[in-house]
């Protein structure tokens, strides 16, 4: 794959985790930092302006520990490179100058990275993948399904027309008086629940495309709420209602999209989900068992490159500079469509 040993620095910053990365092209890790901004909790969701003020308070330093961890200088780096998009601007933009900084103070190559083409490759650094390959990308900013061809190859089937999928689970948390960020907090509370008590709405589940509405959804739970006093026992039963019925929307999307496969006689054996919300082991659990039943794996990265986190673009970075995608004028771009960086 590469004619020597290589070292790719790398930087996350597109939302409210800073994150620093140094791996080996043998995909080693040697160093991974993933700092979360605590400072949106109060706000029940991220500020912008404060995150990317936080990120440039922080980075310096967590990259100065990343070095530390790994024993290792700039120099010692052969690739630099940093999520250039999409995601906040301010981020994007903290992040993609110091990188491309480094890089410059060093006169070695930096790569862009696209933030969603980091997700997408992060299964096949622990999984051995057969293209085509379906995968489920579930974030707070996104939600998407697409049909992976191979690295650098990605076709969008469908996707969320309002909230995503991490938003809704954000919002609904804040609704029900939860702190942010919510998924973790409807995943713990819903263990509780009854997840057969509330009929909640299920948008688009009959309209046969892979495309996702949430924001419909989030309303109801809110006029259902305010019928309500937020008890335990009904927050409970809320989040595992709630939690079951995302599952649902999930599967029947992935119903329709073994159609589309089997009639456009496109074989595959594996989907993988990535993303903050592909973290939700109910989530987790009953996609596979639904694939199961088609001789269908279901596959995750490792649980550090699930989340927004710098592993998964030293990952990227290192598969794109096999394809050459050096480009130190690259500008950030907070809506980077995925196809905007070119092989």
């Not at 993609?96 to 480094?102: D, E, T, Y």
């Not at 996609?287 to 998964?312: F, G, H, R």
């Amino acid at each position: 794959m590469y004619d020597f040993i290589m070292l790719a620095f790398s930087v996350e910053t597109s939302c409210d985790e800073t994150s620093v990365c140094i791996m080996h092209s043998d995909k080693t890790i040697l160093s991974h930092i993933v700092y979360s901004q605590e400072i949106h909790k109060k706000h029940g969701g991220v500020v912008p302006e404060l995150a990317s003020r936080a990120h440039l308070e922080i980075l310096q330093q967590i990259t100065k520990d990343c070095f530390k961890q790994a024993q290792l200088s700039p120099n010692n780096i052969d690739l630099y490179s940093a999520t250039c998009g999409p995601g906040l601007i301010g981020g994007l933009l903290v992040g993609s100058i110091f990188a491309k900084s480094l890089s410059l103070g060093v006169n070695k190559p930096f790569i862009p990275i696209n933030h969603l083409e980091g997700h997408l490759l992060s299964p096949i650094f622990n999984n051995s993948i057969n293209f085509p390959h379906i995968s489920y990308l579930l974030t707070g900013g996104h939600t998407q399904i697409y049909l992976v061809n191979g690295i650098g190859k990605y076709k969008l089937l469908g996707q969320t027309l309002d909230d995503a999928i991490g938003e809704a689970f954000d919002k609904v948390a804040k609704l029900l008086g939860l702190t942010y960020p919510g998924g973790a907090e409807i995943e713990e509370k819903a263990k509780k629940g009854n997840e057969n008590t509330f009929d909640l709405p299920k948008p688009l589940s009959k309209n046969k495309n892979f495309d996702f509405s949430f924001s419909g959804l989030k309303t109801y739970i809110n006029l259902v709420a305010k019928k309500n006093d937020n008890s335990l026992e009904f927050v409970e039963n809320m989040c595992a209602s709630f939690q079951k019925n995302i599952s649902e929307i999930l599967i029947t999307k992935m119903s329709y999209l073994l159609d589309y496969l089997f009639e456009n006689k496109i074989n595959i054996d594996s989907i993988s989900l990535v993303g903050g919300v592909a973290k939700n082991k109910y989530i987790q659990n009953k996609l596979s068992s639904y694939c199961k039943k088609y001789n269908i794996t279901v596959l995750l990265p490792i649980s550090e490159m699930i989340s927004d986190n710098a592993a998964m673009i030293a990952w990227a970075c290192l598969k794109k500079y096999n394809k050459n995608m050096i480009d130190i004028n690259f500008k950030a771009d907070p809506r980077l469509a995925i196809d905007n960086i070119n092989y």
